[in-house]
């Protein structure tokens, strides 16, 4: 790899760095779920939230942390665990019905 693409790389890791910290992990059926899922998605791979609260649903599985999936536009944005998702007191997407 060239020192020119090396240096496109470091930028562009650096620029999306913020929003890695907020990477959780939800399991459903065996399969990981991940950002750009519709909410219809989600549902049929995870069933029914343990709760909704706005755009954030919450899931709680069996001896693991609960996690939080944001929604923008009806497509999952954030996977983040529950305890990492109350640490910020205003949603990564800011101020959301």
């Not at 020192?3 to 990477?23: G, K």
Request: include cysteine; aromatic fraction near 8%; charge should be negative.
């Amino acid at each position: 790899m060239n020192t020119n693409c090396r240096s496109i790389l470091a930028i562009v890791l650096m620029l999306f760095a913020p929003f890695l910290s907020y990477a959780g992990s939800l399991e459903c059926q065996g399969n990981f779920i991940s950002p750009g899922l519709t909410m219809q998605q989600l549902l049929e791979a995870c069933g029914e939230p343990a709760s909704r609260k706005g755009a954030d649903w919450i899931y709680k599985k069996p001896g693991s942390i609960p996690v939080v999936v944001t929604f923008g536009n009806g497509v999952a944005m954030f996977i983040r665990d529950l305890d990492e998702a109350s640490k910020d007191s205003t949603s990564p997407l800011g101020d959301h019905p």
